[in-house]
């Protein structure tokens, strides 16, 4: 991408402010591009033959936050399986 969407102007590569990362950016009206797989990666985590529930902050529509298939999107260059491993953070055991 050589220009801004919104306003025209020419985008610079830069790690936004708050980001690790470098991204199409405009100077000019602040838009950041984000190029990311349109990929959505889960897990279902199983430790001695039971589902491990993990904390799933972003679904309101369960009551306890818990839930035994976290999801998310993936983002670039991660792969899906390194994606997996570093997203999943096990709450409680299933009985």
Known sequence: ?????????????????GD?????CC????????????NV?????IHDEKFCFVNELF?????SGLCPLASWKME????MAQSGRLKKKP???SS
């Open 91 to 93: 709450a409680q055991m």
């Open 76 to 79: 670039n260059p991660v792969s």
């Open 41 to 45: 990666v889960g897990t279902l985590t």
């Open 1 to 17: 991408m050589k220009f801004c969407h919104h306003c025209a102007a020419p985008l610079i590569v830069r790690v936004p402010e």
């Open 27 to 38: 100077d000019d009206c602040d838009v950041i591009f984000y190029q990311n797989p349109k």
């Open 59 to 63: 679904n309101p529509e369960l009551e």
């Open 20 to 24: 690790d990362k470098p991204r199409h």
